[in-house]
């Protein structure tokens, strides 16, 4: 079955800097878009980037992060990361990583908490 695990997660001040990572098995990585989302309580969950497979890689960012935000992919290592840098205290939220599969299925991590102090 296919797995997504997230870590990378933490506490951090704004202005910091945090990478989070996701690790997949059991899927064809290099061919599938991936993604990050995160939710904040009492909020919506909501799209943060996506990279397509690795013969494009395309990136599609939400607003509210472009220019602060990297999401990149390691095909060898079947791991999507999301480097977060400048981060905001609008940024807490649970980040969760996103797998598109076949079918129009999409499969989720287990998700990693994000804090940033104010």
């Known amino acids: 079955q296919v797995q997504l695990v997230e870590s990378g997660g933490g506490l951090v001040q704004a202005g910091g800097s945090l990478r989070l990572s996701c690790a997949a098995s059991?899927?064809?990585?290099?061919?599938?878009?991936m993604g990050w989302y995160r939710q904040a309580p009492g909020k919506q969950r909501e799209l943060v980037a996506t990279i397509t497979s690795s013969s494009s890689k395309n990136t599609l960012y939400t607003n509210s992060v472009k220019g602060r935000f990297t999401i990149s992919r390691d095909n060898a290592k079947n791991t999507v990361y999301l480097q977060m840098n400048s981060l905001k205290p609008e940024d807490t939220a649970v980040y969760y990583c996103s797998a598109l599969g076949p079918y129009g299925v999409t499969y989720w991590g287990q998700g990693t908490q994000v804090t940033v102090s104010s």
């Open positions: 059991s899927i064809d990585f290099s061919s599938t878009t």
